[in-house]
Protein backbone atom coordinates (compact mmCIF):
# COMPACT_ATOMS: atom_id res chain seq x y z
CA UNK A 1 0.00 0.00 0.00
CA UNK A 2 1.27 3.34 -1.08
CA UNK A 3 1.30 6.20 1.69
CA UNK A 4 1.26 10.45 1.46
CA UNK A 5 5.30 9.86 1.98
CA UNK A 6 5.86 7.69 -0.64
CA UNK A 7 3.58 9.03 -2.91
CA UNK A 8 5.90 12.90 -2.56
CA UNK A 9 8.95 10.83 -3.12
CA UNK A 10 7.32 9.40 -6.18
CA UNK A 11 6.44 13.09 -7.46
CA UNK A 12 10.21 14.59 -6.83
CA UNK A 13 12.01 11.24 -8.24
CA UNK A 14 9.78 11.12 -11.62
CA UNK A 15 9.71 14.83 -11.71
CA UNK A 16 5.83 14.77 -11.69
CA UNK A 17 4.47 18.31 -13.06
CA UNK A 18 0.45 17.60 -12.15
CA UNK A 19 -1.00 15.48 -10.47
CA UNK A 20 -4.79 14.09 -11.77
CA UNK A 21 -7.71 13.30 -9.22
CA UNK A 22 -10.08 11.13 -11.31
CA UNK A 23 -13.78 10.12 -10.41
CA UNK A 24 -16.13 8.03 -11.79
CA UNK A 25 -20.01 10.02 -12.36
CA UNK A 26 -23.07 8.46 -11.77
CA UNK A 27 -23.56 7.43 -15.57
CA UNK A 28 -20.25 6.00 -15.80
CA UNK A 29 -18.14 8.68 -17.78
CA UNK A 30 -14.75 9.45 -15.98
CA UNK A 31 -14.31 13.07 -14.79
CA UNK A 32 -10.97 14.88 -13.14
CA UNK A 33 -9.73 18.01 -11.70
CA UNK A 34 -6.16 18.44 -11.43
CA UNK A 35 -3.39 20.17 -9.61
CA UNK A 36 0.22 21.33 -9.76
CA UNK A 37 2.25 19.01 -7.83
CA UNK A 38 4.38 21.60 -6.38
CA UNK A 39 0.75 22.22 -4.42
CA UNK A 40 0.33 18.97 -3.30
CA UNK A 41 1.17 17.73 0.19
CA UNK A 42 0.62 14.98 2.35
CA UNK A 43 -2.64 16.54 3.83
CA UNK A 44 -4.06 16.46 0.16
CA UNK A 45 -3.28 13.14 -0.66
CA UNK A 46 -5.38 11.84 3.22
CA UNK A 47 -7.93 13.90 3.13
CA UNK A 48 -8.55 15.22 -0.61
CA UNK A 49 -9.57 18.06 -2.78
CA UNK A 50 -13.25 19.72 -2.90
CA UNK A 51 -15.50 19.72 -5.83
CA UNK A 52 -18.99 21.20 -6.90
CA UNK A 53 -20.50 17.90 -6.18
CA UNK A 54 -24.10 19.74 -7.42
CA UNK A 55 -22.26 19.80 -10.69
CA UNK A 56 -22.21 15.86 -11.41
CA UNK A 57 -25.36 14.68 -12.51
CA UNK A 58 -27.36 12.90 -9.87
CA UNK A 59 -24.90 13.93 -6.71
CA UNK A 60 -25.92 16.56 -4.39
CA UNK A 61 -28.02 18.90 -4.24
CA UNK A 62 -26.66 23.16 -4.71
CA UNK A 63 -27.92 23.81 -1.01
CA UNK A 64 -24.99 20.98 0.83
CA UNK A 65 -22.43 20.59 -3.00
CA UNK A 66 -19.36 20.50 -0.86
CA UNK A 67 -18.13 17.02 -1.58
CA UNK A 68 -14.24 15.25 -1.29
CA UNK A 69 -12.76 13.31 -3.57
CA UNK A 70 -10.61 11.22 -1.54
CA UNK A 71 -7.59 9.59 -3.66
CA UNK A 72 -6.65 6.08 -3.51
CA UNK A 73 -2.93 6.21 -3.30
CA UNK A 74 -2.83 2.61 -4.44
CA UNK A 75 -4.44 3.40 -7.51
CA UNK A 76 -1.48 5.54 -8.73
CA UNK A 77 -0.16 5.71 -12.24
CA UNK A 78 1.99 7.61 -14.72
CA UNK A 79 -0.19 8.77 -17.67
CA UNK A 80 1.29 7.86 -20.66
CA UNK A 81 0.02 10.70 -23.25
CA UNK A 82 0.42 13.58 -21.62
CA UNK A 83 2.72 16.51 -22.67
CA UNK A 84 3.72 17.59 -19.13
CA UNK A 85 4.69 14.37 -16.59
CA UNK A 86 1.32 13.41 -14.70
CA UNK A 87 0.48 11.39 -12.23
CA UNK A 88 -3.12 9.79 -11.90
CA UNK A 89 -4.95 8.99 -8.91
CA UNK A 90 -8.20 7.42 -9.10
CA UNK A 91 -10.54 8.91 -6.05
CA UNK A 92 -13.49 8.10 -3.52
CA UNK A 93 -16.32 10.61 -3.66
CA UNK A 94 -16.31 11.12 0.29
CA UNK A 95 -18.83 12.71 2.63
CA UNK A 96 -16.87 16.32 4.06
CA UNK A 97 -18.73 15.91 7.09
CA UNK A 98 -17.53 12.00 7.85
CA UNK A 99 -14.69 11.55 5.52
CA UNK A 100 -16.87 8.10 4.63
CA UNK A 101 -17.24 7.08 1.03
CA UNK A 102 -20.24 8.91 -0.56
CA UNK A 103 -23.38 6.76 -0.85
CA UNK A 104 -24.20 8.19 -4.44
CA UNK A 105 -20.47 7.32 -5.36
CA UNK A 106 -19.93 4.74 -7.41
CA UNK A 107 -16.92 3.78 -6.57
CA UNK A 108 -17.88 3.82 -2.94
CA UNK A 109 -20.78 1.04 -4.26
CA UNK A 110 -18.01 -1.43 -5.09
CA UNK A 111 -16.19 -1.11 -2.05
CA UNK A 112 -19.23 -1.56 0.05
CA UNK A 113 -20.53 -4.70 -2.35
CA UNK A 114 -16.98 -6.07 -1.57
CA UNK A 115 -17.21 -5.53 1.98
CA UNK A 116 -20.60 -7.06 2.37
CA UNK A 117 -19.59 -10.23 0.37
CA UNK A 118 -17.45 -10.96 3.15
CA UNK A 119 -19.88 -9.80 6.03
CA UNK A 120 -22.11 -12.35 4.95
CA UNK A 121 -19.82 -14.99 5.45
CA UNK A 122 -20.05 -16.29 1.87
CA UNK A 123 -16.68 -16.33 0.52
CA UNK A 124 -13.87 -13.23 1.14
CA UNK A 125 -13.42 -12.39 -2.45
CA UNK A 126 -14.79 -11.62 -5.59
CA UNK A 127 -13.01 -12.43 -8.56
CA UNK A 128 -14.08 -10.36 -12.14
CA UNK A 129 -12.50 -10.31 -15.61
CA UNK A 130 -14.21 -8.60 -17.90
CA UNK A 131 -14.20 -8.96 -22.00
CA UNK A 132 -14.35 -5.83 -24.38
CA UNK A 133 -16.08 -4.87 -27.42
CA UNK A 134 -15.45 -1.69 -28.57
CA UNK A 135 -15.54 -0.19 -32.64
CA UNK A 136 -12.91 2.34 -34.06
CA UNK A 137 -14.03 4.85 -36.92
CA UNK A 138 -11.87 6.85 -38.94
CA UNK A 139 -14.85 9.77 -39.11
CA UNK A 140 -17.95 10.67 -37.15
CA UNK A 141 -20.26 13.65 -38.05
CA UNK A 142 -23.41 14.45 -36.03
CA UNK A 143 -25.68 16.91 -36.83
CA UNK A 144 -28.55 17.87 -34.05
CA UNK A 145 -31.04 20.46 -34.21
CA UNK A 146 -34.66 21.58 -35.15
CA UNK A 147 -33.93 21.02 -38.80
CA UNK A 148 -31.17 18.64 -39.06
CA UNK A 149 -30.43 15.57 -37.39
CA UNK A 150 -28.09 13.01 -38.21
CA UNK A 151 -25.07 10.97 -38.63
CA UNK A 152 -22.72 9.48 -40.98
CA UNK A 153 -19.66 6.97 -40.14
CA UNK A 154 -16.30 6.37 -42.04
CA UNK A 155 -13.68 3.56 -41.52
CA UNK A 156 -11.59 1.90 -43.81
CA UNK A 157 -12.57 -2.04 -43.36
CA UNK A 158 -16.28 -1.24 -44.11
CA UNK A 159 -17.51 -2.00 -47.42
CA UNK A 160 -18.61 1.47 -48.13
CA UNK A 161 -14.98 1.88 -48.53
CA UNK A 162 -14.27 -0.29 -50.62
CA UNK A 163 -14.98 2.41 -54.15
CA UNK A 164 -12.91 5.08 -52.29
CA UNK A 165 -9.88 6.40 -53.37
CA UNK A 166 -6.45 7.09 -51.18
CA UNK A 167 -3.46 8.82 -51.18
CA UNK A 168 -1.78 5.59 -51.02
CA UNK A 169 -3.84 3.18 -53.25
CA UNK A 170 -6.92 1.55 -51.88
CA UNK A 171 -5.77 -2.39 -50.88
CA UNK A 172 -9.06 -3.85 -51.44
CA UNK A 173 -8.36 -6.03 -47.85
CA UNK A 174 -11.44 -6.21 -45.45
CA UNK A 175 -13.62 -8.29 -44.06
CA UNK A 176 -16.33 -9.72 -45.97
CA UNK A 177 -19.65 -10.16 -44.48
CA UNK A 178 -20.05 -12.20 -41.69
CA UNK A 179 -16.30 -13.13 -41.46
CA UNK A 180 -14.69 -9.76 -39.27
CA UNK A 181 -13.99 -12.44 -36.84
CA UNK A 182 -10.45 -13.19 -35.80
CA UNK A 183 -9.52 -11.55 -39.28
CA UNK A 184 -5.72 -11.52 -39.96
CA UNK A 185 -4.17 -8.30 -41.08
CA UNK A 186 -4.10 -6.93 -43.98
CA UNK A 187 -7.89 -7.80 -43.68
CA UNK A 188 -7.87 -6.48 -39.94
CA UNK A 189 -6.61 -2.81 -39.98
CA UNK A 190 -6.56 -2.54 -36.36
CA UNK A 191 -4.51 -4.95 -35.22
CA UNK A 192 -1.80 -2.43 -34.50
CA UNK A 193 -3.93 -0.10 -32.95
CA UNK A 194 -5.10 -2.90 -30.30
CA UNK A 195 -1.35 -4.34 -29.91
CA UNK A 196 -0.17 -0.87 -28.55
CA UNK A 197 -3.39 -0.53 -26.44
CA UNK A 198 -2.21 -3.89 -25.05
CA UNK A 199 1.41 -2.61 -24.57
CA UNK A 200 0.38 0.23 -22.85
CA UNK A 201 -2.13 -1.22 -20.26
CA UNK A 202 0.70 -3.73 -19.47
CA UNK A 203 2.86 -1.22 -18.72
CA UNK A 204 0.42 0.45 -16.35
CA UNK A 205 0.13 -3.11 -14.43
CA UNK A 206 -2.65 -4.34 -15.29
CA UNK A 207 -1.66 -7.76 -16.44
CA UNK A 208 -2.41 -9.59 -19.03
CA UNK A 209 -4.66 -8.39 -22.09
CA UNK A 210 -5.57 -10.44 -25.30
CA UNK A 211 -6.95 -8.79 -28.27
CA UNK A 212 -8.73 -10.12 -31.66
CA UNK A 213 -11.14 -8.34 -34.19
CA UNK A 214 -14.48 -8.69 -33.46
CA UNK A 215 -17.49 -10.53 -35.20
CA UNK A 216 -18.52 -6.70 -36.55
CA UNK A 217 -16.41 -4.71 -39.18
CA UNK A 218 -14.59 -1.81 -37.42
CA UNK A 219 -14.84 -4.01 -33.97
CA UNK A 220 -12.02 -5.19 -31.55
CA UNK A 221 -12.22 -7.21 -28.26
CA UNK A 222 -10.03 -7.02 -25.42
CA UNK A 223 -9.71 -9.30 -22.71
CA UNK A 224 -7.96 -9.36 -19.26
CA UNK A 225 -7.52 -11.53 -16.17
CA UNK A 226 -9.20 -11.75 -13.08
CA UNK A 227 -8.99 -9.70 -10.41
CA UNK A 228 -11.17 -7.90 -7.41
CA UNK A 229 -14.41 -6.29 -8.23
CA UNK A 230 -12.95 -2.84 -7.59
CA UNK A 231 -9.83 -4.05 -9.16
CA UNK A 232 -12.13 -4.56 -12.03
CA UNK A 233 -14.12 -1.30 -12.11
CA UNK A 234 -10.58 0.22 -12.18
CA UNK A 235 -9.09 -1.55 -15.35
CA UNK A 236 -12.64 -0.40 -17.25
CA UNK A 237 -12.13 2.86 -16.98
CA UNK A 238 -8.59 2.80 -17.43
CA UNK A 239 -8.77 0.69 -20.62
CA UNK A 240 -11.36 2.84 -21.68
CA UNK A 241 -9.29 5.46 -21.66
CA UNK A 242 -6.34 4.01 -22.97
CA UNK A 243 -8.38 3.18 -25.81
CA UNK A 244 -9.72 6.88 -26.29
CA UNK A 245 -6.31 8.27 -26.72
CA UNK A 246 -4.63 5.05 -28.81
CA UNK A 247 -7.38 5.34 -31.38
CA UNK A 248 -6.71 9.15 -31.47
CA UNK A 249 -3.29 9.41 -31.86
CA UNK A 250 -4.08 6.41 -34.99
CA UNK A 251 -6.46 9.46 -36.57
CA UNK A 252 -9.10 7.37 -35.30
CA UNK A 253 -12.44 7.92 -32.98
CA UNK A 254 -13.55 4.44 -30.71
CA UNK A 255 -16.79 4.25 -29.23
CA UNK A 256 -18.21 2.16 -26.34
CA UNK A 257 -21.76 2.34 -28.01
CA UNK A 258 -23.72 -1.34 -27.84
CA UNK A 259 -25.01 -0.70 -31.50
CA UNK A 260 -23.91 2.24 -33.63
CA UNK A 261 -23.86 -0.35 -36.75
CA UNK A 262 -27.14 -1.43 -38.21
CA UNK A 263 -26.81 -5.22 -39.25
CA UNK A 264 -23.75 -5.95 -37.71
CA UNK A 265 -22.83 -7.27 -34.14
CA UNK A 266 -23.29 -5.42 -31.05
CA UNK A 267 -20.50 -4.90 -28.58
CA UNK A 268 -20.35 -7.04 -25.58
CA UNK A 269 -19.16 -6.63 -22.35
CA UNK A 270 -18.84 -10.39 -20.52
CA UNK A 271 -18.57 -10.50 -17.29
CA UNK A 272 -16.46 -13.20 -15.97
CA UNK A 273 -17.29 -13.85 -11.94
CA UNK A 274 -15.80 -16.12 -9.38
CA UNK A 275 -16.23 -16.97 -5.71
CA UNK A 276 -13.65 -17.55 -3.39
CA UNK A 277 -12.89 -18.04 0.57
CA UNK A 278 -9.25 -18.96 1.97
CA UNK A 279 -8.51 -19.80 -1.74
CA UNK A 280 -10.58 -22.20 -2.16
CA UNK A 281 -12.97 -21.92 -5.03
CA UNK A 282 -16.51 -21.85 -4.23
CA UNK A 283 -18.38 -22.15 -7.88
CA UNK A 284 -16.75 -25.85 -8.25
CA UNK A 285 -18.62 -28.78 -7.27
CA UNK A 286 -20.45 -32.10 -8.53
CA UNK A 287 -23.56 -30.48 -9.82
CA UNK A 288 -24.66 -29.28 -13.75
CA UNK A 289 -21.51 -28.66 -15.70
CA UNK A 290 -19.30 -29.11 -12.40
CA UNK A 291 -21.08 -26.49 -10.53
CA UNK A 292 -21.74 -26.37 -6.83
CA UNK A 293 -25.27 -25.27 -5.26
CA UNK A 294 -23.87 -22.74 -4.67
CA UNK A 295 -22.86 -21.13 -7.42
CA UNK A 296 -26.40 -22.44 -8.95
CA UNK A 297 -28.06 -20.09 -6.33
CA UNK A 298 -25.97 -17.00 -7.53
CA UNK A 299 -26.98 -18.29 -11.27
CA UNK A 300 -30.68 -18.02 -9.87
CA UNK A 301 -30.04 -14.59 -8.40
CA UNK A 302 -28.83 -13.07 -11.07
CA UNK A 303 -31.67 -14.50 -13.64
CA UNK A 304 -34.36 -13.76 -11.33
CA UNK A 305 -33.09 -10.23 -11.09
CA UNK A 306 -31.75 -9.75 -14.79
CA UNK A 307 -34.46 -7.22 -15.57
CA UNK A 308 -33.72 -5.18 -13.15
CA UNK A 309 -30.04 -4.82 -13.80
CA UNK A 310 -30.65 -3.88 -16.94
CA UNK A 311 -31.14 -0.72 -16.03
CA UNK A 312 -27.17 -1.12 -14.68
CA UNK A 313 -25.51 -3.72 -17.35
CA UNK A 314 -26.97 -1.85 -20.50
CA UNK A 315 -27.41 1.26 -19.37
CA UNK A 316 -28.19 4.09 -22.40
CA UNK A 317 -31.30 3.57 -25.09
CA UNK A 318 -29.02 2.04 -27.49
CA UNK A 319 -28.16 -0.82 -25.64
CA UNK A 320 -31.06 -2.14 -26.25
CA UNK A 321 -30.92 -2.06 -29.88
CA UNK A 322 -28.37 -4.42 -29.53
CA UNK A 323 -30.94 -6.95 -27.18
CA UNK A 324 -32.70 -7.59 -30.21
CA UNK A 325 -34.79 -10.48 -30.47
CA UNK A 326 -33.91 -12.40 -33.77
CA UNK A 327 -30.28 -11.02 -33.52
CA UNK A 328 -27.02 -13.23 -32.21
CA UNK A 329 -27.61 -11.53 -28.89
CA UNK A 330 -28.40 -12.91 -25.21
CA UNK A 331 -31.41 -11.83 -24.95
CA UNK A 332 -33.16 -14.82 -23.26
CA UNK A 333 -32.46 -14.87 -19.26
CA UNK A 334 -31.40 -18.54 -19.15
CA UNK A 335 -27.94 -20.41 -18.49
CA UNK A 336 -26.27 -23.13 -20.03
CA UNK A 337 -22.37 -25.03 -20.51
CA UNK A 338 -20.23 -23.63 -22.94
CA UNK A 339 -23.33 -22.29 -24.77
CA UNK A 340 -23.09 -18.51 -26.21
CA UNK A 341 -26.52 -17.76 -27.02
CA UNK A 342 -27.68 -18.31 -23.18
CA UNK A 343 -27.83 -15.14 -21.16
CA UNK A 344 -25.53 -16.74 -18.46
CA UNK A 345 -22.57 -19.16 -20.10
CA UNK A 346 -20.60 -21.94 -17.53
CA UNK A 347 -17.16 -21.30 -20.39
CA UNK A 348 -15.07 -24.51 -20.01
CA UNK A 349 -13.04 -25.02 -17.26
CA UNK A 350 -9.75 -27.21 -16.94
CA UNK A 351 -8.84 -27.13 -12.58
CA UNK A 352 -11.65 -26.19 -10.21
CA UNK A 353 -9.62 -22.63 -9.51
CA UNK A 354 -10.68 -21.72 -13.05
CA UNK A 355 -14.69 -22.53 -12.49
CA UNK A 356 -16.59 -19.30 -13.16
CA UNK A 357 -19.76 -17.99 -14.83
CA UNK A 358 -20.05 -15.32 -17.84
CA UNK A 359 -22.79 -12.66 -17.60
CA UNK A 360 -23.52 -12.07 -21.58
CA UNK A 361 -25.76 -9.69 -21.51
CA UNK A 362 -24.03 -6.18 -20.47
CA UNK A 363 -22.44 -3.74 -22.79
CA UNK A 364 -19.41 -1.68 -22.63
CA UNK A 365 -21.56 2.00 -21.84
CA UNK A 366 -22.10 0.26 -18.36
CA UNK A 367 -20.82 1.87 -15.18
CA UNK A 368 -18.77 -0.64 -14.70
CA UNK A 369 -18.50 -0.20 -10.42
CA UNK A 370 -22.50 -0.42 -10.70
CA UNK A 371 -22.75 -2.71 -13.11
CA UNK A 372 -20.69 -5.52 -11.15
CA UNK A 373 -22.25 -4.67 -7.59
CA UNK A 374 -25.28 -5.04 -8.32
CA UNK A 375 -24.56 -8.69 -10.85
CA UNK A 376 -22.70 -9.70 -7.27
CA UNK A 377 -25.28 -8.23 -5.09
CA UNK A 378 -28.07 -10.41 -7.15
CA UNK A 379 -25.93 -13.38 -7.23
CA UNK A 380 -25.62 -13.45 -3.02
CA UNK A 381 -29.55 -12.52 -2.93
CA UNK A 382 -30.18 -16.32 -4.81
CA UNK A 383 -27.49 -18.02 -2.26
CA UNK A 384 -29.03 -16.12 0.66
CA UNK A 385 -32.81 -17.52 -0.58
CA UNK A 386 -31.30 -20.80 -1.95
CA UNK A 387 -33.21 -20.46 -5.36
CA UNK A 388 -32.80 -22.77 -8.04
CA UNK A 389 -32.07 -21.41 -11.49
CA UNK A 390 -33.98 -24.33 -13.14
CA UNK A 391 -32.89 -26.42 -16.41
CA UNK A 392 -30.19 -25.48 -18.40
CA UNK A 393 -30.88 -24.84 -21.98
CA UNK A 394 -28.27 -26.81 -23.60
CA UNK A 395 -29.47 -25.45 -27.30
CA UNK A 396 -28.68 -23.01 -30.02
CA UNK A 397 -31.38 -20.36 -28.45
CA UNK A 398 -30.94 -18.44 -31.54
CA UNK A 399 -32.72 -21.40 -33.68
CA UNK A 400 -35.77 -22.08 -30.93
CA UNK A 401 -39.26 -21.65 -32.68
CA UNK A 402 -41.56 -19.20 -31.73
CA UNK A 403 -44.14 -21.62 -29.40
CA UNK A 404 -40.48 -22.63 -27.44
CA UNK A 405 -39.88 -18.63 -26.53
CA UNK A 406 -43.58 -18.33 -25.35
CA UNK A 407 -42.47 -19.54 -21.28
CA UNK A 408 -38.76 -18.24 -21.38
CA UNK A 409 -38.22 -14.79 -19.53
CA UNK A 410 -36.09 -12.00 -21.97
CA UNK A 411 -34.03 -9.43 -20.87
CA UNK A 412 -35.79 -5.59 -21.19
CA UNK A 413 -36.50 -4.54 -24.72
CA UNK A 414 -35.85 -0.43 -23.45
CA UNK A 415 -34.71 1.76 -21.08
CA UNK A 416 -37.67 2.57 -19.70
CA UNK A 417 -38.82 -0.91 -19.15
CA UNK A 418 -35.22 -1.36 -17.37
CA UNK A 419 -36.10 1.26 -15.32
CA UNK A 420 -39.37 0.49 -14.12
CA UNK A 421 -37.87 -2.62 -13.36
CA UNK A 422 -35.21 -1.49 -10.89
CA UNK A 423 -38.13 1.28 -9.52
CA UNK A 424 -40.37 -1.88 -8.69
CA UNK A 425 -36.95 -4.55 -7.86
CA UNK A 426 -34.33 -3.14 -5.89
CA UNK A 427 -34.49 -3.88 -2.03
CA UNK A 428 -31.77 -6.47 -3.13
CA UNK A 429 -29.05 -3.92 -3.81
CA UNK A 430 -30.03 -1.96 -0.35
CA UNK A 431 -28.49 -5.16 1.37
CA UNK A 432 -25.66 -3.99 3.73
CA UNK A 433 -26.18 -0.46 2.38
CA UNK A 434 -24.47 -0.95 -0.41
CA UNK A 435 -26.74 0.61 -2.83
CA UNK A 436 -29.26 2.73 -1.07
CA UNK A 437 -32.58 4.05 -2.22
CA UNK A 438 -31.52 7.24 -2.47
CA UNK A 439 -28.87 6.20 -5.14
CA UNK A 440 -31.57 4.38 -6.96
CA UNK A 441 -33.80 7.04 -7.11
CA UNK A 442 -30.50 9.69 -8.26
CA UNK A 443 -29.43 7.47 -11.07
CA UNK A 444 -33.18 6.84 -12.38
CA UNK A 445 -33.62 10.26 -12.58
CA UNK A 446 -30.24 10.13 -14.21
CA UNK A 447 -31.22 7.49 -16.69
CA UNK A 448 -34.49 9.30 -17.02
CA UNK A 449 -33.39 12.45 -18.45
CA UNK A 450 -31.46 10.96 -20.89
CA UNK A 451 -34.23 9.37 -22.14
CA UNK A 452 -36.42 11.94 -22.28
CA UNK A 453 -33.64 13.95 -24.59
CA UNK A 454 -33.77 10.98 -27.20
CA UNK A 455 -37.44 10.39 -27.02
CA UNK A 456 -38.51 13.83 -27.74
CA UNK A 457 -36.19 13.69 -30.83
CA UNK A 458 -37.28 13.10 -34.37
CA UNK A 459 -35.32 10.31 -35.95
CA UNK A 460 -34.58 10.14 -39.66
CA UNK A 461 -36.55 6.22 -39.98
CA UNK A 462 -39.95 8.19 -39.17
CA UNK A 463 -39.58 10.77 -41.98
CA UNK A 464 -38.82 8.05 -44.18
CA UNK A 465 -41.59 6.18 -42.70
CA UNK A 466 -44.28 8.71 -42.03
CA UNK A 467 -43.27 11.67 -43.94
CA UNK A 468 -45.88 11.32 -47.06
CA UNK A 469 -49.00 10.27 -44.81
Known sequence: MSSPETILERIEQERIKIVDLRFTDLAGRFRHTAIDAGSVDATILEHGLFIDGSAVPGWRDVSESDLLLKPDLASAFVDPFTAQPTLVLLCDGSDPATGIGYERDPRSVARRAARHLVDLGVADEALLAAELDFFLFDDVRLEIGSMANGYRLQASESGRAASQSYADGN?????????????????????????????????????????????????????????????????LQITKYVIHQVAASYGKSATFMAK???????????????????????????????????????????????????????????????????????????????????????????????????????????????????????????????????????????????????????????????????????????????????????????????LERVERTPHPVEFQLYYSF
Not at 176 to 193: N, S, V
Not at 204 to 229: D, I, K, N, Y
Request: hydrophobic letters at 40%.
Open 171 to 235: SGHRPAPGDAYLAMPPTDHLAEIRAEVATLLSSLGLGRVQHRHGRATCQCELSSGPTSLLGCADR
Open 260 to 450: PLVDEPGSGLHVNLSLHRGGKPLFAGQGYADLSPLCLSFIAGVLAHARALNAFTNATTNSYRRLRPGLDEPVLLTYAAFNRSAAIRIPFAARPESKRIEVRFPDPATNPYLAFSAILMAGLDGIERQLEPGDAMDRNLYDLRAVELEDLPRACQDLAEALAALEADHAFLGQGDVMPPDLVEAYIQVKRRE
